[in-house]
């Protein structure tokens, strides 16, 4: 008996020492770079004391094939993300690694939990081959991945540390300051194509002002393929009726059908990619006459990384 209490303290104690030393790494995000035109980028994690593996990622150049892994929630479902994982990597060749991970949001159920984006994401990455330190992630913010309850004491580490990526004096700051959001929206060129990320959950002047500016843009306007991704698509065909018709979650994408997707047309949006309902849909939509005839937009939702899929019309 003595020994289990032995043993069931000295877990307790490894448990907290764990837990600070994540805290720790959480609380103090490191920026590499620039890396300039490398095709190859080398990088290791130390603190001085312990270092990590050295780890790569390739940077195919801008009219080489680039591929793209694309997901969306996975949340309380480790096993099935794992599984879905480790079939993706047999589609990658001999490397076994997209070039990028597009994941489109509600990577875990809770986000206030440091548990939840371990077990329920980071870890299911690690396991199969550790795919989080060798394709980069392109990272859309869902409506389970961080509080939009604009309370000045909103602590979330991870996507606090992501918000303010290339403003590094930003990184320690909290995800609602005063009542305000810091910004998750941003832009990004992946080869030939220009990327959109939009905030779904958090609707504001300054995320419109963006969106205008970005769709206008030179590098937006030259793309050879033009993308959105947004948690929350425009259009829902599978939702619980109850939570839709009477919880009042079928105004959760108004503002993005009547304000973002009018410009989307307007601009020559070629693809909208999205998560949140749980399954895999890919359409245009019928508008009817007076729209111009290349107003065709391929919307696609990607919600089937192992969340239980969403059935009912």
Known sequence: MK???????????????????????LRNPAIFGPVGSASEVFYKVNDYRHSTQQYRIHRPVKHSLHRILVVADNQNESADFRRILARARTLYGPDGYPD?????????????????WQNQFFAPLEDIGGMQHRSPIIFVPGNHDHDKSRLPKNSNYYTDMYHGLFDSEDLGNLAADNGEYHRFYHSVSVGTARIIVL???????????????????????????????????????????HAWNDMGEKHWDEHIRT???????KYGVDLVISGHQHNYQRSTVHRGPGHAPGDSITYTIVGGAGGGLDLQR
Not at 3 to 25: A, D, E, G, K, S
Not at 103 to 115: C, T
Not at 205 to 226: D, G, I, M, N, Y
């Open 199 to 241: 905030d779904s959950e958090c609707p504001s002047t300054e995320q419109s002002e963006f969106l205008r500016h970005e769709l206008q843009s030179p590098e937006f306007q030259s793309a050879e393929f033009k993308i959105i991704a947004i948690h929350v698509p425009p259009y829902i065909e599978f939702w619980n009726p």
């Open 3 to 25: 020994l289990f209490y032995r043993r069931l303290v000295l877990l307790v104690v490894f448990q907290i020492l764990v837990f600070r030393i994540l805290l720790t790494v």
């Open 259 to 265: 304000e973002y997707d009018p410009l989307f047309r």
């Open 100 to 116: 990028i991970i597009l994941h489109a949001g509600d990577a875990l159920q809770e986000h206030h939990k440091l548990e939840d």
